[in-house]
Nanobody, 120 residues
Framework: QVQLVESGGGLVQPGGSLRLSCAVS????????MGWYRQTPGKERELVAA???????PYPDSVKGRFAISKDNAKNTVYLQMNSLKPEDTAVYYC??????????????WGQGTQVTVSS
């Protein structure tokens, strides 16, 4: 049973920083992507940052230069460092892990989401 447990969300003032963590437990035969998405009411979930076997994917312009994804393979944890936060960064942030099982069938796992609110 694969589980993704997120932490680190909360309320922060504009210009502040937060670091989100996503601890992955359970066994995934082959992981090809670990990433963070965010979603606000009435909008589709959007990719914020991802790291694949080929490296980090390009950040969207909305977060480029402010957000950075990293991972600790020994801890099976992926992080999202968010700096210079803006009110428009307010959203529920979801951790995602994509990979394959032993039959090479694609698998997609999501965390429960963590609320990030940027407000003065």
């Amino acid at each position: 049973q694969v589980q993704l447990v997120e932490s680190g969300g909360g309320l922060v003032q504009p210009g502040g920083s937060l670091r989100l963590s996503c601890a992955v437990s359970g066994s995934i035969f082959s992981i090809y992507s670990m990433g963070w998405y965010r979603q606000t009411p009435g909008k589709e979930r959007e990719l914020v940052a991802a790291v694949t076997s080929g490296g980090t994917t390009p950040y969207p312009d909305s977060v480029k230069g402010r957000f950075a994804i990293s991972k600790d393979n020994a801890k099976n944890t992926v992080y999202l460092q968010m700096n210079s936060l803006k009110p428009e960064d307010t959203a529920v942030y979801y951790c995602n892990v994509a990979g394959y099982n032993r039959a090479w069938q694609p698998q997609n796992f999501w965390g429960q989401g963590t609320q990030v609110t940027v407000s003065s």
